[in-house]
């Protein structure tokens, strides 16, 4: 199975809630990402969490890791049409290793 | 500050050409990266460099070479360009010690007929 995986699509009323969920493998993981790809562009990171970590909020995001489960989510509170993007978990172990990137979700906002 | 420049933004090419895309950066960060976005495989891994002068291979890098003379700059090459090529590359780079962030370019869409 892959190292990474995340549902592809996830649609969403304007005003409401996202939550974006992400599964890792590698237990010895360091760091954890979530990026924001908008169309016609590259990827910018949102935010990152270290794996001592179990929450981290910046304004209207909010990562939530369990390390037990391998689990990470990202919720993105008062969705607005301008969240519209393809949103890439991905995990490192650090030390110049790689980040292994997830698939991507699209996220679709509608009023 | 420009980040990550990437050029040309798109091209057209015909199987057989040998291509160059071009990447810069201008944070001075000692890592650098070549991935290619496929619909529905997400990002692939094309080449790395660790540092000026190095390189390493990365989950699809048969078909493509890549080249660190120095710090700033970080080419991928074609050598001779096939359909399956086609794709929207990103180049990025990293910094060692600011938790692997990666800053990715703009892109580069590639069509090869």
């Known amino acids: 199975g892959e190292d990474v995986e995340q549902s592809l699509f996830l649609s969403v009323r304007e005003g409401d809630s996202s939550v974006i969920n992400c599964t890792y493998t590698d237990s010895s993981s360091t760091y954890l990402y979530w990026y924001k790809q908008e169309p016609g562009a590259g990827l910018q990171l949102l935010t990152y969490i270290f794996s001592n970590m179990d929450m981290k909020q910046d304004q209207r995001l909010t990562v939530l890791l369990n390390k037990k489960d391998k689990h990470l989510s990202l919720r993105i509170a008062d969705t607005q049409t301008g969240d519209s993007a393809i949103y890439f978990c991905?995990?490192?172990?650090?030390?110049?290793?790689?980040?292994?990137f997830g698939r991507g979700t699209s996220l679709i906002v509608h009023p | 500050i420009a980040g990550i420049t990437q050029a040309p933004t798109s091209q057209i090419l015909a199987a057989g050409r040998r291509m160059t895309l071009r990447c810069t950066q201008d944070?001075?960060?000692?890592?650098m990266y070549w991935y290619r976005q496929d619909l529905g495989l997400g990002l692939r891994l094309i080449h790395y460099s660790n540092t000026a002068g190095t390189t390493g291979k990365g989950e699809v890098p048969d078909g493509y070479s890549v080249s660190r003379a120095n710090t700033d700059d970080f080419p991928l090459t074609l050598a001779s360009a096939v359909p399956s090529q086609t794709s929207v590359y990103f180049c990025?780079?990293?910094?060692?010690?600011?938790?692997?962030?990666?800053?990715f370019g703009p892109g580069t869409r590639l069509t090869v007929l």
């Open positions: 944070m001075r960060h000692n890592a």
């Open positions: 990025a780079s990293s910094a060692t010690g600011e938790a692997d962030t990666q800053y």
């Open positions: 991905a995990e490192s172990i650090g030390g110049s290793y790689i980040p292994t």
